[in-house]
């Protein structure tokens, strides 16, 4: 499963204080902008564990089928040998399978 580091999280965003400063920033403006990036945050956060999460049932589902659907080498070897065998009885008639 893959798993993203953020470097911060919506805690960290809301708990966040900014320093005053004589010609600084509306707070009031900072605050409500940080308030849409946490939304966004946690929006972004649940899509990639949904997505995570379904890209592993997928993995899983399509390794699942390519195990069950692919016969081994020994297998498809097997057939065709057999399917050859059946051809060249059916061209050559019995006077090939007596030699």
Do not use: C, W
Not at 43 to 57: A, G, S
């Amino acid at each position: 499963m893959m798993t993203t580091e953020n470097q911060l999280n919506v805690k960290d965003i809301l708990d966040k204080n900014f320093k005053t400063a004589m010609r600084g920033y509306n707070q009031e403006e900072v605050d409500q902008f940080l308030d849409v990036i946490i939304q966004d945050y946690e929006f972004f956060t649940q899509q990639i564990e949904q997505l995570t999460k379904e890209n592993d049932t997928l993995k899983s589902r399509t390794e699942q089928t390519r195990t069950r659907v692919t016969p081994s080498n020994h297998q498809v070897n097997y057939d065709i040998l057999k399917r050859v065998s059946n051809l060249e009885k059916a061209v050559f008639g019995k006077k090939y399978t007596d030699e």
